[in-house]
Nanobody, 114 residues
Framework: QVQLVESGGGLVQPGGSLRLSCAAS????????MGWYRQAPGKQRELVAV???????NYADSVKGRFTISRDNAKNTLYLQMNSLKPEDTAVYYC????????WGQGTQVTVSS
């Protein structure tokens, strides 16, 4: 079972940037596809970025060109670089395997507001 701890969220103005990190325990991290999910108030959790064990990435249309997912298998850590942030990016961000087989962490709040 993969345990996950997200960090790096905060309050940022529109157009700003944040970098999220996800520390994962468990030896399966390096062989699993990993993803960043987000859940906005009143909405379902959605997958916004995926990276395979080999580093192939894919993004939801809403974040394509603005977000970059990356991973460091040696450190069991997943990252999400978020640029050109918009108010509609406001959500709690979570990491997990794809599909979500690990234990969901607390997430990290990202608020984009002026």
């Amino acid at each position: 079972q993969v345990q996950l701890v997200e960090s790096g969220g905060g309050l940022v103005q529109p157009g700003g940037s944040l970098r999220l990190s996800c520390a994962a325990s468990g030896s399966i991290f390096s062989i699993r596809s990993m993803g960043w999910y987000r859940q906005a108030p009143g909405k379902q959790r959605e997958l916004v970025a995926v990276t395979t064990s080999g580093g192939i990435t894919n993004y939801a249309d809403s974040v394509k060109g603005r977000f970059t997912i990356s991973r460091d298998n040696a450190k069991n850590t997943l990252y999400l670089q978020m640029n050109s942030l918009k108010p509609e990016d406001t959500a709690v961000y979570y990491c997990n395997t794809v599909p979500g087989l690990g234990t969901w962490g607390q997430g990290t709040q990202v608020t984009v507001s002026s």
